[in-house]
């Protein structure tokens, strides 16, 4: 789950900017996704990419698998 660092939750995040990456027209290479707060106003970026297998995350945005402080 893709929570804001500043409120603790992604109850107010919203995606402003997605893109979905297809080498050869067929498996996903990279997912990048642009997050921003309606709360407190923290931007943040997601980016997966399929070929390394890694996820990098800037901003003031985290990838967490535990539940969000505040739900």
Do not use: W
């Not at 995040?13 to 106003?41: A, H, K, P, W």
Request: charged share 25%; hydrophobic share 25%.
């Amino acid at each position: 789950m893709i929570t804001c660092t500043n409120c603790e939750t992604a109850q107010f995040l919203q995606i402003t900017q997605s893109r979905v990456y297809f080498e050869d027209g067929e498996m996903i290479n990279e997912i990048s996704e642009t997050y921003e707060c309606t709360l407190c106003g923290a931007t943040g970026q997601y980016v997966y990419d399929e070929d390394s297998d890694e996820e990098s995350i800037t901003g003031d945005v985290e990838h967490t698998t535990e539940r969000p402080k505040y739900a």
